[in-house]
C-alpha cells in the first residue's frame, strides 16, 4: 500500500510522560486519521530512543514527526532533526509534560481538536536551536540552557519524583537548594563583553518554566541568544526572583537583566566552597556541567504552531 508522505504522521510517545492526559494521544492521533492521515505510533523505552527515531525516520515517508511527551523529549527529537537538513519533517507538539514551555511559546491549544488541527494544518515555523558544547560534548535546545538556582534545582529532581509529584517535585527541591544556597559567581561572556551573575539563563524563547515570561523580547524565529543575568546574590533575592517569575514582574525586577547576543560563555567564577561540579540545565534536563559555550546551531528544525 502507498502512503501519501504529505499526510503521513510518525507519533513518538513518552510513555512515563503525562499519564493523567494519556487519553489526549489517542485522541489527537484519532482526529488526525479522521483528516485522512495516517498515524503511526512508536513509544520510547529509554532516554535516546527520541533523537534516534528523529535522527533516522523516512522524510520520504513522514511529513511531520509528533511528540507526545513534555520538552525533554521534544529535545531529543529536536537534536535527532538538527542536523538533516530542510527535507527533514516538521514537528508538532501533544504537550504531555510538566511545563509544556514550548507549546505555550508557540501558542499552542492543549484540546485534543486544537492539537490536532495544527498536526494537519499548522504553519511551520523555521527555528535555529541554540547549542550549549563543553568537553563531553554538544547540546542543542529550542528553549534554554541555564546554570545556577534552576539548573540545581533540576539536577536535583529525579525522575521517579517528578512522575510521584509533578511540579510538586520541583517546588520541593528549590526549597532544599535554598536551605543549601551558597554565593556562588558565574562568570558570563557575552560577544566578548564579561557580566558576573548569581544564576543564568541563556534563552530562545519569552517563557520559562510554562506560561512565565523572562525575556518578552525573544522570539524562536529570530537567530538571536537572549541572556538572562540575575546580579543579586543570597537566598533572600532568590526567593524574590522567584515570587517576581510567579507574579510576572521579573523582566522589571531590581537585579535582572536581558542581554542579547550570539555567543555566550558561562564558567565558574568563585564555588563559594560548593564542592560540586556545576550543572547546566537543558530545556528542563540535567544535561552539562561548566564551563559551556553556547551559539547558534548550524542546522534548523520547523516546528509547528497554529495557522
Known amino acids: ?50 533523537r534516534r527515531l528523529a535522527e533516522t525516520c523516512d522524510a520520504s515517508r513522514y511529513s511531520v514527526i509528533a511528540v507526545a511527551g513534555g520538552d525533554g523529549t521534544i529535545n531529543e527529537v529536536v537534536n535527532g532533526l538538527a542536523g538533516r537538513g530542510d527535507n527533514a519533517p516538521a514537528v508538532g507538539i501533544v504537550p504531555l509534560g510538566t511545563a509544556n514551555v514550548l507549546a505555550h511559546e508557540l501558542g499552542l491549544g492543549f484540546s485534543a481538536a486544537a492539537v490536532a488541527r495544527t498536526m494537519t494544518a499548522g504553519r511551520a515555523l523555521l527555528v535555529q536551536p541554540g547549542e550549549a558544547v563543553n568537553g563531553a560534548g554538544a547540546r542543542c535546545f529550542s528553549l534554554m540552557a541555564g546554570a545556577g538556582f534552576d539548573a540545581k534545582v533540576v539536577a536535583g529532581v529525579s525522575a521517579p519524583l517528578k512522575r510521584r509529584l509533578g511540579r510538586a517535585a520541583y517546588v520541593w527541591r528549590s526549597l532544599v537548594e535554598a536551605r543549601r544556597y551558597r554565593p556562588v559567581r558565574y562568570e558570563v561572556e557575552i560577544d566578548g563583553a564579561c557580566h558576573e551573575a548569581s544564576s543564568v539563563i541563556v534563552t530562545r524563547s519569552r517563557h520559562y518554566a510554562g506560561p512565565y515570561v523572562v525575556a518578552p523580547k525573544a522570539a524562536l524565529g529570530e537567530p538571536l541568544l537572549h541572556v538572562c543575568l540575575f546580579e543579586r546574590w543570597g537566598r533572600s533575592h532568590t526567593f524574590r526572583y522567584g515570587m517576581a517569575l510567579l507574579l510576572g514582574r521579573l523582566p522589571r525586577s531590581a537585579g535582572y537583566r536581558v542581554v542579547t547576543g550570539r555567543s555566550v560563555r558561562v564558567s565558574v567564577r568563585s564555588d563559594a566552597g560548593e564542592l560540586r561540579e556545576q550543572p547546566v540545565q537543558i530545556d528542563g534536563d540535567d544535561a552539562l556541567t561548566l564551563p559551556v559555550s553556547i551559539g547558534l546551531s548550524a542546522g534548523a528544525v520547523r516546528l509547528l504552531q497554529s495557522a
Not at 504529505?6 to 510517545?13: D, G, Q, R, Y
Not at 489526549?24 to 532516554?47: H, K, N, P, Y
Open 1 to 50: 500500500m502507498n502512503v501519501d508522505a504529505s499526510k503521513a504522521l510518525l507519533l513518538i510517545v513518552n510513555p512515563t510522560a503525562g499519564r493523567r492526559r494519556r487519553g489526549l494521544v489517542d485522541a489527537v492521533a484519532a482526529r488526525v486519521r479522521q483528516e485522512g492521515w495516517s498515524v503511526d505510533v512508536v513509544l520510547t523505552r529509554a532516554a535516546g530512543d527520541a
